[in-house]
């Protein structure tokens, strides 16, 4: 089995295992559950809480004691125990400590992930810019047959979702272990207290460029997860005006289209990095994020449904223009020896810190514009959000910055 082959075996099982219940989990808890707004903020809060910590946790042990390709295995072993007791429990206050530690093990997954394909792709001799995007489309590709099976088995809003997401889990955690070993970092030299700890990632902040640039990772972040909380709640709103409307009745499929943008949008990056430069492509990012959001606020499955096709089109630039992007910038302003470190960083402010301020104001007003009767103010809503992202653009575009040199912007460091 090629390396390549390999590789995307581990983001096909990663993504999939995320995207079993990241989209439907929302209508779920609403539904079913029937959580509040705010309780499913705090739940998708989850998300970024653990990855204030855990991703930086387990970048530093995979850089210092332990192989990356192991803990990977061990993670998602754990995470198919924890995913099949969560779908056996329906009160909030049993529901959150569950997703709570799912969230904990699986967060930093994402960056392990980064970690040992850009280390096995190097390894190799190859370049990470040119041949992880193909390969980091598949998870792209698994998350998305993921939400499928969820839809058209009729499993969006039962806990059936959990159990697919376990059995991937227990799949991926197995498959870690036939990896190729991904080497640490070697311990031959005296090193200060924060290298021994890892914390010497911390040290890019020192930085201005590189202190900005995650700066503004984290505001981006707060948005990453927001339409995935809310896309599928929103549409099922729609039943009673728009009964028999494939984005309602089929509501994850036609959510899953912003997958498929976000697959195609991944093996555009290397060129738009190569020609425009990493500040050209993350604003790219952030006007796609304003559309994303203002079509939802002006779209409808009626004769809005253009407005709401153009939103998951724009996705894929909105998600991976930063997403892929902003993790490559990262790998390549840092040194091999802290690559699993960096990449937690970067983790911590997006997916971390980021999130936790989406999550929570997003329930917030998301339950301010929910009127007395249930009936929710969807344009309004995502209107708000459309803003947020446009006051972010035009402040990167002043702040940040950056002189792009053609010749320079894929060299990744060895």
Request: aromatic fraction near 18%.
């Amino acid at each position: 089995m090629g390396l390549k082959f390999k590789l995307t075996i581990l983001n096909f099982l990663e993504f999939f295992a995320w995207g079993a219940w990241l989209l439907s989990a929302g209508a779920y808890m609403f539904v079913t559950l029937e959580f509040s707004g705010i309780q499913i903020g705090a739940v998708y809060g989850t998300l970024g809480f653990a990855s204030l910590f855990m991703p930086a946790i387990i970048g530093i042990i995979a850089d210092k004691w332990i192989s990356a390709e192991k803990l990977m295995g061990f993670c998602h072993l754990i995470l198919a125990g924890l995913l099949y007791s969560l779908a056996n429990v329906t009160d909030f206050n049993s529901f959150y400590p569950l997703i709570f530690l799912v969230s904990m093990f699986y967060m930093p997954t994402i960056a392990l992930n980064r970690s040992i394909s850009f280390a096995l792709i190097e390894n190799n001799g190859l370049d990470i810019v040119k041949i992880f995007p193909p390969i980091r489309v598949w998870g792209t590709v698994g998350f998305i047959l993921a939400a499928w099976c969820v839809d058209f088995l009729e499993f969006g809003i039962t806990s059936n979702q959990f159990y697919i997401s376990a059995g991937a889990s227990l799949l991926l955690g197995l498959y870690s272990f036939t990896l190729p070993k991904v080497g640490m970092q070697k311990n031959e030299d005296k090193k200060t207290l924060a290298q021994a700890m890892g914390l010497d990632a911390f040290s890019l902040f020192k930085s201005k460029k590189i202190a900005i640039f995650l700066l503004f990772s984290m505001f981006l972040g707060c948005v990453l997860q927001i339409s995935n909380m809310w896309g599928d709640t929103f549409l099922r709103d729609f039943e009673e005006n728009y009964s028999g409307s494939f984005a309602v009745e089929h509501s994850l499929v036609f959510l899953s289209f912003s997958m498929i943008s976000e697959a195609l949008f991944i093996l555009s990056i290397p060129y738009f990095l190569r020609k425009f430069g990493i500040k050209k492509v993350m604003l790219m990012s952030m006007v796609a994020w304003v559309l994303r959001f203002a079509f939802f606020g002006i779209g409808d499955p009626g004769s809005g449904f253009i407005f709401l096709t153009l939103s998951m089109i724009i996705y894929g630039m909105a998600f991976d223009f930063f997403n892929i992007s902003g993790s490559m910038f990262m790998a390549k302003e840092s040194s091999p020896s802290i690559r699993s470190s960096a990449q937690g960083l970067f983790m911590l402010m997006t997916n971390g810190l980021g999130a936790i301020i989406g999550a929570y104001a997003s329930g917030y007003i998301v339950d301010y514009y929910t009127g007395a009767s249930g009936i929710k103010d969807w344009s309004t809503i995502w209107l708000v959000f459309a803003c947020y992202a446009l006051v972010v653009t035009i402040a990167f575009a002043f702040v940040f910055k950056y002189k792009h040199n053609p010749n320079e912007e894929l060299d990744v460091k060895h």
